[in-house]
């Protein structure tokens, strides 16, 4: 599996950004997908995770409320909707796909198969 994503940009504090994920094989409904976000000089951390289907989500209590993450299996792709963004939300965002995806190791980033090539968001005050 490939992954490409895109749709980040420079927005202000307050505004919203819509990352997509475009995944390549026919395989992608079997993989959950994460979002994961790394800024400068700190750790690569968990946004959101996202089941096969769509059915189970989850976020990180720093995004709660403010991202949703979605899928469309038809199209291969896997979304990260940031509204109310703010400052601290400034860093690389990464899409992941996980063939073995659970919820007990979904913001385990070690642990996905295929990554991304991130895609910068800055969030200016």
């Known amino acids: 599996v490939q992954l490409q994503a895109s749709g980040g940009g420079l927005v202000q504090a307050g505004g919203s950004l819509r990352l997509s994920c475009a995944a390549s094989?026919?395989?992608?409904?079997?993989?959950?997908m994460g979002w994961f976000r790394q800024a400068p000089g700190q750790e690569r951390e968990f946004v959101a995770a996202?089941?096969?289907?769509?059915?189970?989500?989850y976020y990180a209590d720093s995004v709660k409320g403010r991202f949703t993450i979605s899928r469309d299996n038809a199209k291969n792709t896997v979304y990260l909707q940031m509204n109310s963004l703010k400052p601290d939300d400034t860093a690389v965002y990464y899409c992941?796909?996980?063939?073995?995806?659970?919820?007990?190791?979904?913001?385990?980033?070690?642990?996905?198969?295929?990554w991304g090539q991130g895609t910068q968001v800055t969030v200016s005050s």
């Open positions: 992941a796909a996980d063939s073995q995806w659970s919820i007990v190791t979904m913001a385990r980033s070690g642990l996905y198969d295929y």
């Open positions: 094989g026919r395989t992608f409904s079997s993989y959950g």
């Open positions: 996202i089941s096969w289907s769509g059915g189970s989500k």
